[in-house]
Structures are given as C-alpha cells and as structure tokens.
C-alpha cells in the first residue's frame, strides 16, 4: 500500500534512458550473450593511474573529512587557472564551485535562476537531464534543433535566434561538442547566439563537459569568452571525460563573479551543502592531479576514443546499402546516425520497440533519438546515438557488422 | 553587474553555519592561534584503514566508471541486510537507494512528497538542513521542540502531537538521537508519534544517521519498526558517524516498498540520476568494506567518541561556577549546553556576536542555538552546542578550561 500521496513534480521529472538500455544489455551479458556496448557514455578503460594514486594517497594522508561546501581551495585555484586559460578569461577561485560532477551544475543553475513559468532555451535532441529539470521545475520547455547538412549537424541558428526573440527565455542552455549529434558551433554561430542572449537579458548555461573531446585541429570555443557574456553564463565544467574520471563525480560550475550576497555561484555552494555537504573530498584530490599533473592519462584517452571513433565510423558507412547515413564526428564520443531506411526496413516506427528488438536480436545496445529529448512536431528521420567510448575498435566494427547482417534480412 | 535576477526560492534557501564557524576558526588557525574545535561534527581521526583500502581496491579494479543510479548491488544488499536485522524488519535492495551521504535524503525525500504549502513537522532546534529544504521548496514549517529536564533533554511530546493533529503534515521528521540535544526517544514516546503519524496519514522521515553512536546500554531503536510505520518511513541512513566517513559522501534512504512505478524510493533514485547521476563508486566499495568488514575501527571510534564525551561533559560540568549547565549526552556527539548565564554576564544577547567573540577571545570554537532553526517564539534559555567528535579529550579540557577563566572575567 502507497501511504503516501507523492508531490505534482514528480511526474514531471525526466532521466536518462541510457540507463535503461543499460539495464537490458546487462540481463543479456548475464545470460551469457555478448553484448555491443555502444549505449552508455562511459569508458572501456580505467581512469590514469596517477589521479587513482593521488585518491589514495589523500585517503592514506588522513584527508577523509568534510571540506568546504565550495571545495577544496587548491582545486579551484586550479580549475579557475585552467578553464580561465584556456577561455582567454581571468577567473577566479571565488567563481568556481566544485560539484559532484557536471550534472548537479544543471540543477543547480536552473534552479538558481527559473522560477515556475519560466521559458528554457535548449538543444533537443540533447542531453535530457535538460528538459528534465526544466519540466521538474514547472518550466516552460522551448526546444531547439539541429540540422544535418552533408558536413554533419548543425545548430539550427535561426530556429534558437527567433525562440529567444520571441519567448524571451530566462535561460538558454548551450552544448557546445554536442551530446549527441557532435555538433561544433562555428565562431559566426556563436557569436550571433551571444548576441541575440545579450540583447534579450538571458542567462546562458554552457555545457562544456566534452571541451577537450575533439578530433580535428579547429581550437577549443567558449561561448563565455565572448565579449559580454562572461557575466551572464555559468559554464558547466567536467571531469569525467577529458580524463575518464566518471565514478568520480567531480566537476565545476564556473559562474559570473558573486558581487552581492546572492549570486548564480554562491548557490551553487548553497545547493552544494543543502543537498551532500560537499563532494568527496579524496575525489577532489584526485581531480586536482588530473588537472595539474601528467597529462599523458588524457592524450591516451583521447587517441583511444579517435581509434573508436574511426572504426565505428568507418563500419557505420559501411551500412549505406541498408539505408544507415553517418557524418564522421568532430567532437565527443557519439556517432549519431540517421536510421529512418533500417527502422523503416524493419517495419517499426516506435522507437523504443526499435532499439529493444536490435538489442535482444543482436546484441547491438544504444540509445534512440527518443532518449535524447521529446522528438519534435513534424520531425521526419529517425536517429539512434552510437556511443564509442566503452567499446574497442574491433568490437565496434565487429557489433556495427553484425548488425549490418541483419538489417538485410529486412 | 549582476545580470539575471535569481529565482524567488533562492532568498528561501538556508544554510548549514558550522561551515561558518569553520571559516572563522581556520582564519585563526592560519594566524597561528589555537583552536579548540567544538563546532563541526566530524572527526579528528582518518576513517579506518580497511575502509581506505577497500577504495583503492576498487580503483586497482578498475572500478571507476558510472554505476546504477539506485547504487551498487552488493551495497544495496549489504545495507538492506544490516539495517533491516537491526530493526527487525524485511528490507530488501529495491527498498534501497544510495544517496551521496545520508543528506541528500532529505532533500530527496521532501521533493518526492511536499507540495508548495504543504505542512512539515520538525525538530528546532534540530539540523538545519530541514528547515531549509521545508523553506526552499515553499512549505509550511511546523517546529517541534525539546524540554530540558534534571536528566537531559526530552521531547516535547505534547507539541508535536497537537501540532501533527491540528496541523496535518504531509511530513514528520524525527531524528531519534539527536543532533544537537543528544535526545533519545522512550519507546513510549515512539509509539506515541507512530500512533498519532498513522491517526494523520503523515510520512515520516526518520534521520537515523547517529544509530550507532550511542553510549548507554539501552538497544537501538528505529521508529520504522513499530507496527504500520515502515510503509509511511523513509529512513536516513549514513556511513558518516559509525565508520568516520564523512569525506566519502555515501548514505542511504530505506523507505517503503515501492508497488507502483512511482514512489519516494523510486523518486529518490530518479533525483539521485538526475542531480550526480550516481554516487561516487570507489567509495560506494570502501561502504561495502565498513557495512561488512572489520569492526574494530567502528569500535574504536566509538571508544574515542566516548572519552571525549566524558571530557567535555566532565570540563563543562565544571563551569557550573559561571552558569553552564549540561547533562550527560547519552547519544550523538554533542554536548547541548545551557548558556543563558554566561551570555548574561557577558552582556550578550545575540547569538551571532556571542560566538564570534567567544572564538575570538579564547579559540573556543561552538555553533550557538540558532544554528540549529530560528529560536522559536518565547524561549527563554540560550543554548549552544559542544561537538566532541573532532577533538581529543586532552584538549576538549583544555578548551573549556580556558574558557572557564575567561567567563570568569565578566
């Protein structure tokens, strides 16, 4: 017997489907049957040993305390020196909250900033913890879109520049190295999201989990290293990819400077000890070598995800005959391929009959376009992410051609 | 210049000032004076040496990617195993989720069930994370107090029963051994609130986090194992206080079997994938090693926590020159003591400026009543809390000695 009548948001609240893909793909390897992984944006590999050593070490020091809800202070000295580098930016210390990893810096920011009624600008499909959020919040969600073009996606620039002209959203939320079309904002498209932000007043949350996930030679871009827009947006920071640190859960919201008692960042903090205190405090020890030690870890996560990237590639173009259309990523770790001819082949127009009948025929496990967002009114092709961190480049190909087999059985 | 005008919930939000008197302290610290730190609950010693091991275990295993948003399964197991034979009740792993530290489950908890306006009952002076969240999330705070009596502090049974038959909470919070007056409840006292909680429908969220910190013979007690109450109680489980793990941020919410795809143990999961995705694995690990493992480092924390509580109730108790008076804390580690004629000699009636000039002239570092929720209307007696968890018996009298001599002056 449910005692207890749960509160009206609770519907609201979105997650992650990943997990669920997750779920299923595991009943399989338990079962004996091999499973492609290609659903979960998580590494075939360990974290470097070094940052695994200064975890230890911390522990083996006696620093297994409670430690400021902001973080330890030499990690955001670090993150500030670092992020504030490579963003042409001076940020200080006092701008960075330590958070248990990216995700809570979402939370966080919105509810720092939305109060219920308030429109959201965000990229759909996306990473859905977005919409989530917003819809728990009482938000009013106002998707934006990308379009692919025969160099891969691309942001649908007029559709965001005339929904935040037009619904004058409070937040808009920016994914630069898009999770998970791979999408990369060219400088012009950048500036002109800046500008039309600056003009209506809003707050921009920039997702940069994925800055150092990037393939090709073009630099690293901050939507906050524009000129006026270091004040209005808080950049969500990461460890987890750029040094494949996910268990840890550590990363940083680096936030306009806190002038007034109430600033984005301080309740950041304020959140930060409302919800778990602080984050563990051996973790952040462990972040701060990531951050200011050997960077041989990274370079070889890195070449690891490139060699995926090309295998799954590669193996996904080679697909074309049963209709499957890829464009090779230029950032992240997802390979988002357009999948209308191979559903349509198999006579399945719901997304999620799709990826559960491919995964338990072939062992094949990712995540659908439905995963990433509400597909939109009047959308046309279907997607299906292909995540290539947490499997080999061998495997990939080896997964992506049994899955090719047996799409030409349709 | 600040940019976005934060949202109305944020001026709501409370906050946990120990961290404040932490700041304070450290700043004199850093000046090169001597502290006696009273004032935060956590621990002087590192937490044991095969908790820390099991970590970098973990690590060495490569253990270091996401987990399941609900927890590890073998921690969920372990924690449903030891907790459901400790109070005599079925717990089972989907009645689980792990939490980054026991904190998260109230917020999580109060986000599952409290509408805008609705009721909560709550002890104040009790920690001040629930009236926080009743605040930020737009309820309705309906405090309960405590009663000093010639043998320490006692609920004050009659309040909180009027108050939840009058007032009709969506939620009661009880923390049976209690921070900060070391309260423990009579098991008359328990089926009396789980008699009046049923009569009203009302949930209870039972913060468990000090069960193991008890110093008399008396057995432990949960509230969820009296008839028709573990199907209306979240239980709030920590690692922190029995294992000394504070830094590792890993706790739990036990709650009631979920039956349906909603319920708040479902929600708790949701909000943890949705907030950190999940909790820290390699100290989801070093958890299962402090639930399973070797006991003697609970023990000997205990035994610490025992010689300190003896000291400072010993040293206190010898201030009853300058009007302290306490009572031997039979649980948690806090001295709750009355310090109504040491501010009146002092000539002080704030809070505020009587810690801040107490550390200030003599290192005694405390966190004063209003720390613990707004004093309430009509109290008459100052008090201020005394934790002993973080220093060694040898200096806890050495603190209160000094401080003696200095109360002295006035």
């Given at each position: 017997m449910m005692v207890s009548v749960l509160a009206d948001r609770v519907k609201n609240l979105g997650g992650e489907n990943a997990f669920l893909v997750a779920a299923e793909a595991r009943k399989l390897t338990d079962a004996g049957r091999i499973v492609y992984p290609?659903?979960?944006?998580?590494?075939?590999c360990s974290e470097p040993e070094n940052i695994q050593n200064a975890c230890d070490l911390a522990h083996k020091e006696g620093k297994t305390g409670y430690c400021n809800k902001s973080g330890i202070e030499p990690l955001k000295e670090a993150v500030a020196e670092y992020s504030g580098k490579r963003r042409n930016l001076t940020i200080t210390p006092d701008m960075v909250s330590i958070t248990?990893?990216?995700?809570p810096v979402i939370a966080f920011t919105l509810l720092a900033l939305m109060n219920p009624g308030d429109r959201v600008c965000y990229p759909n499909p996306g990473y859905p913890i977005y919409e989530s959020w917003i819809n728990y919040l009482g938000g009013v969600p106002v998707p934006y879109s990308y379009k692919e073009t025969s160099d891969g996606f691309k942001i649908d620039l007029e559709q965001l520049v005339d929904s935040i002209d037009r619904e004058k959203p409070k937040v808009v939320v920016i994914n630069n190295y898009q999770n998970p079309t791979a999408s990369v904002l060219s400088p012009e498209e950048m500036q002109a999201i800046a500008d039309i932000c600056i003009m209506n007043n809003a707050f921009v949350l920039s997702d940069e989990a994925y800055e150092e996930i990037r393939y090709d030679n073009t630099p690293f871009r901050s939507i906050?290293?524009?000129?006026?827009m270091q004040e209005r947006t808080m950049i969500l920071f990461s460890f987890s990819k750029t040094w494949a640190m996910t268990g840890e859960r550590v990363g940083a919201g680096i936030g306009p400077k806190p002038e007034g008692p109430q600033s984005v960042i301080g309740h950041l903090n304020e959140l930060n000890v409302n919800v778990y205190s602080c984050v563990n405090q051996s973790a952040q020890w462990a972040a701060l070598e990531a951050i200011t030690g050997n960077q041989d870890g990274a370079r070889n996560i890195l070449a690891r995800l490139k060699a995926s990237r090309d295998a799954t590639y590669g193996a996904l173009s080679n697909l074309r005959d049963v209709g499957v259309v890829v464009h090779l990523p230029p950032s992240t770790f997802y390979q988002w391929a357009d999948v209308t001819e191979p559903m349509r082949r198999m006579g399945i127009a719901d997304y999620d009959a799709f990826w559960k009948k491919v995964l338990s025929d072939t062992g094949v496990a990712f995540c659908p376009r439905s995963h990433f967002g509400k597909p939109l009114p009047g959308e046309e092709r279907k997607y299906a992410r292909f995540s290539f961190?947490?499997?080999t480049p061998e495997d990939s190909v080896k997964g992506i051609e049994k899955l090719g087999e047996y799409l030409r059985r349709f």
């Open positions: 290609f659903h979960l944006g998580d590494f075939g248990a990893g990216g995700k906050a290293s524009l000129p006026g961190s947490g499997i």
